[in-house]
């Protein structure tokens, strides 16, 4: 089998200024090699495949955000930027970076080639990561570099102490960018702190990742190590593997050589920086530093917790990594996948971060819109994206025609919801189960929204997280819609232009396609139209070219299309307009114009 040389070849000229001389290594997104710049001296140069990068690699305008960063960047424990632009080559696209040249080698082919004999030696490599850690956390806008591992710690061989160097930034975010553009594929989750696994990366995840590559230094392998290789395929099983593998107390192999300098100590420092529980693991670098060089004394976490359980018993919430594919099986909502993680996800995985600024977990949320937007498919799936199990619940279910026996399915739901807790309970139609008790409804209906009520309370601290969801939000008691019960409120509109466009996308994605799809002229076809009014057009054109036996065309789809009317009618969409205004605390009174749909900005 011939060995793979690169996509450029040796003496492969770059705006007249590199020239290729080496191919290094092939990466998922990337090939690096070593050049030779005009002036003579050597570069690092990573190329780029555009077609190969996923789209949260980029800023909102479109820049690369590897490049972005290390322009910006300037420490002497990270890599530092030369030069970027753009090259055709057999009419690809590709972007480079070149970056200043490193004589050395990566930790891991250290590792591999020689163990540590010398505690000290892991010291020095471990405090140079910190220290460009530090740099990039301390930032104006800070920087989560997501992926630290041996192989992205390279050793400068050039003076007579290595010296550690951060590299590859191809994962690195702003700590306050959206986790939506957190992408974990192709990542080595043996190194990846488990919140990272929902999603979440803060300045405590790099630490974590640190404290791995340091065991492993001391160990030879990671801490919990799981051959996860065979499992690639699939994410979910993977994930659930390492969750399963990190209940267990984190184990100190006997060292098979001795390590100068080595002691109990060091195990502690680990254990801290390991800690599953971010507020247990170290708070920043700076005190990781310290730790190393014996400034601070380091207790042994696993009595403090032990302690502090008997002093204070406390059911804690603990997320487990649900099965499904969360909100990247919904096509579109961005906006409202974005505000719901920063709203609900994240105060329910961070419940101690968010005390901290005296803002509280939520209890629950309302999804209104008209019939057919996807309010059960969306809420099942932010069940799978929080972690939580999952109870769909409708009022048929709950209520009696027996005096007193719908209050005791209520009280029975949140009793099996918190044993089982995490748990979401998802009411469809909850109107009908909680109706305004100022209306003309039953004694029996006023006394199952009290029930609902009482039960309500301080559900967040049972690890109860409430959906509600409506076509007629103004008819729910207005108790119900109050602080302290469904503290959020969503409104799900038909979708717009990008979210229909990434529906049809989805919807026919594994079908029998004719070539010339125009999905912008779907999308532009469908105006008004609501999620299950797309899923009708395409499962129709669908049964249409199975009839024929052909391919399903853009022909076939306009027909469908110019047959089938939008399932909810103009008249019908202005008054959700209207109700969305009022739910908002708008005054829609007097106003020249039509309320818009969507979220406000």
């Known amino acids: 089998m011939t060995k ?60 690369l955000l590897e490049i972005e960063f290390l322009k910006n960047i300037q420490h002497d424990n990270i890599i530092e930027y030369k030069d970027s ?6 009419n690809k696209k590709f972007i480079f970076l070149v970056l200043n040249f490193i004589a050395g080698e990566t930790l891991s082919e250290r590792i591999s080639r020689e163990a540590f004999t010398n505690y000290y030696d892991i010291q020095q490599i471990i405090t140079d990561v910190l220290k460009g850690l530090n740099y990039l956390h301390k930032l104006p806008e800070p920087i989560i570099h997501n992926e630290i591992t041996p192989q992205n710690i390279m050793l400068d061989l050039s003076e007579d102490i290595p010296k550690a160097k951060i590299i590859d930034f191809g994962y690195a975010r702003s700590f306050h960018q959206s986790t939506k553009a957190y992408n974990k594929e192709n990542l080595n989750l043996n190194y ?29 392998l990671p801490p919990w190590f799981k051959d996860i290789s065979k499992f690639q395929s699939d994410r979910n099983k993977t994930e659930e593997l390492l969750i399963d593998e990190r209940k267990k107390s984190l184990s100190f192999p006997k060292l098979t050589n001795e390590i100068i ?6 195990n502690l420092i680990l254990k801290k920086a390991l800690n599953q529980d971010v507020e247990n693991r170290f708070q920043n670098v700076s005190e990781f530093i310290q730790a190393l060089n014996g400034e601070i004394a380091i207790e042994d976490i696993d009595r403090v917790q032990q302690v502090t359980s008997e002093d204070k018993p ?39 971060e968010y005390a901290k600024y005296g803002v509280t977990i939520p209890n629950g949320m309302l999804l209104y819109g008209p019939p057919g937007c996807g309010k059960t498919f969306f809420a099942k799936h932010f069940a799978e994206e929080v972690g939580f199990n999952f109870m769909l619940v409708t009022p048929s279910t709950l209520k009696s025609r027996y005096v007193n026996a719908t209050q005791e399915n209520i009280a ?67 108790a119900i819609l109050r602080a302290g019960r469904l503290d959020k409120k969503f409104y799900l509109p038909p979708p717009d232009f990008e979210a229909r466009k990434a529906m049809f996308e989805m919807y026919l994605k594994n079908r029998p396609l004719d070539f010339g799809m125009d999905y912008e002229k779907l999308s532009n076809l469908t105006e008004h139209y609501v999620s299950a009014d797309i899923e009708l057009l ?36 202005k008054k959700y307009e209207v109700i969305k205004a009022k739910m908002d605390g708008e005054n829609t009174e007097n106003k020249g114009e039509r309320p818009r749909i969507g979220f406000k900005t």
């Not at 007249?16 to 070593?34: D, P, S, V």
């Open 85 to 90: 632009g753009e090259l055709i080559f057999e």
């Open 192 to 220: 990846v702190a488990s919140e990272c696994l929902n999603s979440l990366y803060s300045p405590q995840s790099d630490i974590y990742s640190v404290g791995a590559v340091m065991y492993q230094m001391l160990f030879g």
């Open 538 to 573: 395409v499962n129709e054109a669908s049964r249409l070219a199975l009839k024929t036996k052909k391919r399903i065309s853009m022909k076939i789809l306009e027909e469908v299309i110019k047959k089938t009317k939008a399932s909810v009618s103009l008249q019908e969409l």
């Open 412 to 478: 029975k739901m949140f009793q099996e919801a918190e044993k089982d807790a995490p748990t979401i309970i998802f009411i469809d139609e909850i109107n009908e189960l909680v109706p305004n008790r100022d209306s003309e409804v039953h004694e029996m209906s006023k006394s199952a929204v009290n029930e609902m009520l009482a039960q309500m309370d301080r559900t967040g601290e049972k690890g109860i997280f409430i959906i509600g969801a409506t076509n007629y939000p103004n008819m729910i008691d207005p």
């Open 261 to 266: 300098g080595y002691s109990e100590n060091v």
């Open 4 to 63: 793979y040389k690169g996509i450029l070849p040796k003496g492969f000229s770059i705006d007249e200024k590199y020239n290729i001389m080496l191919f290094i290594k092939q990466g998922t997104n990337a090939e690096t090699y070593r050049v030779k710049g005009k002036d003579g001296k050597l570069y690092f140069l990573k190329l780029f495949n555009y077609s190969k990068l996923h789209r949260s690699a980029f800023d909102s305008e479109s820049n």
């Open 314 to 352: 406390e059911k804690k919430i603990q997320s487990r990594k649900a099965k499904g594919k969360g909100f990247s099986a919904i096509a579109g909502m961005y906006e409202l996948k974005e505000q719901l993680q920063l709203d609900v996800i994240d105060a329910l995985h961070n419940p101690q």
